[in-house]
């Protein structure tokens, strides 16, 4: 499928997703419940510069500022037009965020300027998924990590049903083993630092920016 297609795909289902995820359900209550865990892991003291690639409405990002006592800046980058404009509804009037509509493949902010990049199940929407991962090794400062939290294939039976998902839901691109992101993640340029189990079926895959 031609990029420009699977795109429009990817973002109209966010589009269809920003209606309702601000919402009470099991399915974004458990989204969220990975993401508490993401940011769990995470360093996040004062003056902080932290990016979420994928970042929806900006929930996500919201919670950590809440740990860090809102002393940091926070940018959220999402492909859907609608998931921006809600982010930027939710957090008016607080000047350190900031949400741009954007390919993770392409953002357009300047190299060096995150502490912490974090991505939280929107890895496998990816078109080009090592384009993106050198994208966030680019914004990323010196000794800067990138936290991507995606459903792990490391057993044969997650593989199959992550093709037969496929079919039923067109704006998924592809799922990767652990093995997988540790090789992505280094010919990225990232020391790969190893996984965080935030869940049995939780994986995070961290890597770390050495200069």
């Known amino acids: 499928m031609e990029d420009s297609k699977q795109l429009k795909i990817n973002e109209a289902k966010w589009n269809k997703w920003a209606e309702t995820v601000d919402g009470k359900s099991l399915k974004y209550d458990y989204l969220r419940s990975a ?5 769990s892991l995470l360093n996040l003291q004062e003056n902080v510069n932290m990016l979420d690639i994928g970042c929806g409405t900006g929930w996500a990002l919201g919670q950590a500022a809440k740990i860090n006592g809102d002393k940091g800046t926070f940018y959220g980058v999402d492909l859907s037009e609608k998931m921006i404009e809600k982010a930027k509804e939710n957090f008016k009037g607080r000047e350190n965020f900031h949400f741009i509509k954007a390919n ?9 300027r ?15 998924p090592e384009k993106a991962l050198k994208e966030m090794y680019r914004l990323l400062k010196p000794q800067g990590k990138v936290y991507i939290l995606d459903p792990p294939v490391d057993f044969w039976v997650a593989r199959v049903l992550a093709k037969v ?27 790969y630092v ?18």
């Open 35 to 39: 993401q508490l865990g993401v940011i």
């Open 194 to 211: 190893g996984t965080e189990k935030i869940k049995w079926h939780q994986k995070v895959q961290v890597g770390k920016k050495l200069a």
């Open 104 to 112: 993770a493949e392409e953002i357009p902010l300047e190299d060096k």
């Open 114 to 128: 995150f502490d912490i990049i974090i991505c939280t199940n929107s890895f496998h929407h990816y078109l080009h």
């Open 165 to 191: 998902l496929h079919l039923f839901d067109r704006a998924q691109v592809g799922l990767y083993s652990t093995k997988e992101f540790e090789k992505m993640i280094t010919r990225a340029g990232f020391k």
